[in-house]
């Protein structure tokens, strides 16, 4: 197991994502968290590539999902395990529709506190919390009427709260992400401060492009 999380590694970092899937996706029926949240991650990168057809998108979304639930169900105190859980059930609400989408919302918060109370210095767990913040923050009124019609008490977030998160991810992993940069640009502009919205959107246009996502950031 050592050996292969080791190749895996390896492969991640130099952004082979067909090869890390390939490599992974022969041990999916085995019950080491360790292995199977970088086969969620895997799946999902995979997903993330503009060559992946809509229907494999899909297929692949909820595969790295039961991935990433069994490496919950193995090890409760594996923080990427709540990590990818969470991402994972985001991905699926995007197949799913809005009503899924806000109803996981609470769900998939708790486990990326669960991440974080696991690993403080995890900066990607603390900018997806961010990230969350921001999504209710700006939730348009339609929305905000299912959320009112699943929950008692539906959740909601402001953008200052969003900005703590991001800052936050920056001083745990300072120039860590380029969408963290992107963002906190974003929650600058929504909250008029275009002094500093300009400070970070210019950091994340100059942001060295590594991954597809950087590009589009």
Same mark, same amino acid.
């Given at each position: 197991?050592?050996?292969?999380?080791?190749?895996?590694?390896?492969?991640?970092?130099?952004?082979?994502?067909?090869?890390?899937? =390939?490599?992974?996706?022969? &041990?999916?029926?085995?019950?080491?968290?360790?292995?199977?949240? =970088?086969?969620? =991650?895997?799946?999902?990168?995979?997903?993330?590539?503009?060559?992946?057809?809509?229907?494999?998108?899909?297929?692949?979304?909820? *595969?790295?999902?039961?991935?990433?639930?069994?490496?919950? *169900?193995?090890?409760?105190?594996?923080?990427?395990? &709540?990590?990818?859980?969470?991402?994972?059930?985001?991905?699926? @609400?995007?197949?799913? @529709?809005?009503?899924?989408?806000?109803?996981?919302?609470?769900?998939?918060?708790? &486990?990326?506190?669960?991440?974080?109370?696991?690993?403080?210095?995890?900066?990607?767990?603390?900018?997806?919390?961010?990230?969350?913040?921001?999504?209710?923050?700006?939730?348009?009124?339609?929305?905000?009427?299912?959320?009112?019609?699943?929950?008692?008490?539906?959740?909601?977030?402001?953008?200052?709260?969003?900005?703590?998160?991001?800052?936050?991810?920056? *001083?745990?992993?300072?120039?860590?992400?380029?969408?963290?940069?992107?963002?906190?640009?974003?929650?600058?502009?929504?909250?008029?401060?275009?002094?500093?919205?300009?400070?970070?959107?210019?950091?994340?246009?100059?942001?060295?492009? &590594?991954?597809?996502?950087?590009?589009?950031?």
């Amino acid at each position: 197991v050592e050996e292969v999380i080791e190749q895996a590694d390896y492969l991640y970092g130099s952004g082979e994502t067909e090869k890390l899937y =390939r490599l992974l996706v022969q &041990h999916k029926n085995s019950d080491d968290a360790e292995l199977l949240w =970088r086969l969620a =991650r895997a799946s999902r990168d995979l997903a993330q590539l503009s060559s992946t057809s809509a229907e494999e998108k899909r297929q692949l979304a909820y *595969e790295a999902l039961e991935c990433a639930k069994k490496a919950l *169900e193995i090890n409760e105190s594996n923080f990427a395990a &709540h990590k990818w859980y969470g991402i994972c059930l985001s991905d699926v @609400g995007d197949f799913e @529709g809005i009503k899924t989408k806000i109803g996981n919302a609470v769900v998939i918060k708790e &486990h990326f506190q669960r991440a974080i109370e696991l690993n403080p210095k995890d900066a990607t767990t603390i900018h997806l919390i961010g990230i969350w913040c921001y999504s209710f923050a700006e939730m348009p009124w339609y929305q905000r009427k299912i959320a009112a019609a699943l929950f008692a008490t539906p959740p909601t977030s402001t953008f200052q709260e969003a900005l703590h998160y991001f800052h936050k991810a920056e *001083e745990a992993d300072p120039n860590f992400y380029s969408k963290n940069l992107l963002y906190l640009g974003k929650t600058y502009l929504k909250l008029n401060n275009k002094k500093m919205a300009l400070l970070w959107l210019s950091k994340a246009k100059e942001y060295p492009a &590594h991954t597809e996502e950087d590009k589009q950031v």
